[in-house]
């Protein structure tokens, strides 16, 4: 699930937590385009062979679900001038997580039958979890290299680098591996908006530590 896109979601709450929202969405897109380029690597490295995948229908797929609806919602807001924000605090905040549930459970339906509980299920689990936390700590240790490095940029690749388009990945499995394939990235599912979740709470845990300090000097 590591090599799959970013996550459309990662622009949500890279506003949430106060990163920069462009920035966001330009690595969201780039990285939409350099999946048909990334996951061939991916699969010769790790399968040690190459599989028969249609890239530009990805491709298409991709656009379909990432680009072309962010580029629709810049043009909205552009052309209403910030003007539907209220809506998107209130029902459409409500309703994209209706969206997000609804899109979780019918993943998880689908791969019910192949669940087994036991010590195997939540070893892997365990691997998934950290797998994805890592993610995040990736992108919060690269942050280091920047030569600016401000909480906004700080914000936005511990996002862009922690959540997955974990919807497209199971798109992926299902259509071109076994059903099996399918479990542990319908499993991230599970952890993909509570650790986001987690992670802007203690991002803004500590901007609110930050700014006590400044304020108590």
Known sequence: SSVIPIGLTSIVWTGIAGGDVVLALVVVMLDTLLSPLILPGFFSIVLGQSIAINYTKMLIELMIMVAIPSLVAMAINDITKGKLEVFTKSIGGLTVKVGI??????????????????IPMIKLLLVILLLMLTGYLVGFLASFLLHKRSHSTVVTMVFNTGMRNINFGFILAMTYFTAAVSVPVTLASVYNQPLASVVNWLINRKQSKAKRVLGSQ
């Open 101 to 118: 549930f609804s899109i979780i459970l019918i993943n998880a339906a689908l791969i019910a039958p192949l669940i087994q509980w036991g």
